[in-house]
């Protein structure tokens, strides 16, 4: 979650993890973000759980000091290698029922669709299949998950903006006013529907706004 620090909390306090006591939230900094490139000595003491390296990774800090721009290129990239593996991975298999609106079936009728069926028929589909099988037979990060089907079924480009998005406003936001960002659902019409009122929202803070990641 991405929070949107109000100007009254300490910086102190951030460091000290007493997330919760300042403004309800319950969980641990994470290194989410980028900080900006060139960064000078005296704006060092701006950020937020800094660490070393190129890039160099950090809980947050002000919006002027974070490189998203490079969050979002570097993600892109990535996704435009991953959505290439997973092409070459499902080659020949049919689209598939993502698995967001397999769950929505039987949320809407549990007795008659049972949570068993669903998780069934989701893993029977050939494309669910491959993708597994192409995981398990190279094991390791950053191979296509199939939490993420649907998104690779929209297509490259798509997939690419999707992922470049998400890497900046991660899964759910807190504005600086307390109200809370996220998506109704994991299905891509939902997830997207986030990702436009997160980067709207983030489109309207100060240079100065405090931004940090909480990992719940």
């Not at 000595?41 to 890039?55: A, E, F, S, T, Y």
Request: proline share 7%.
């Amino acid at each position: 979650m991405l929070v949107c620090l109000p100007d009254d909390v300490p910086q102190q306090a951030l460091t000290s993890g007493q997330l919760a006591t300042h403004f309800g939230v319950s969980g641990t900094l994470t290194d989410h973000f980028w900080a900006a490139p060139g960064l000078r000595p005296w704006q060092r003491h701006l950020m937020i759980g800094l660490r070393k390296g190129q890039p160099a990774a950090c809980a947050g800090g002000p919006v002027r000091l974070l490189d998203l721009a490079g969050m979002r290129y570097a993600a892109a990239v990535g996704a435009g290698i991953r959505h290439q593996i997973w092409h070459h991975a499902v080659h020949g298999t049919r689209p598939a029922t993502a698995w967001p609106a397999l769950q929505a079936r039987h949320l809407a009728n549990p007795d008659r669709y049972p949570l068993s069926s669903a998780i069934a028929d989701f893993h029977a589909q050939p494309r669910v299949q491959a993708m597994r099988l192409h995981a398990a037979a190279h094991p390791g990060s950053g191979q296509p998950d199939i939490g993420e089907l649907e998104m690779y079924q929209a297509g490259p480009v798509a997939y690419q903006h999707y992922r470049a998005a998400i890497a900046v406003v991660g899964d759910a936001m807190l504005t600086a006013d307390g109200r809370r960002i996220a998506p109704a659902s994991d299905a891509l019409a939902d997830r997207t529907t986030y990702i436009e009122q997160a980067g709207r929202y983030l489109d309207t803070l100060a240079p100065h706004q405090r931004l940090i990641a909480v990992a719940l």
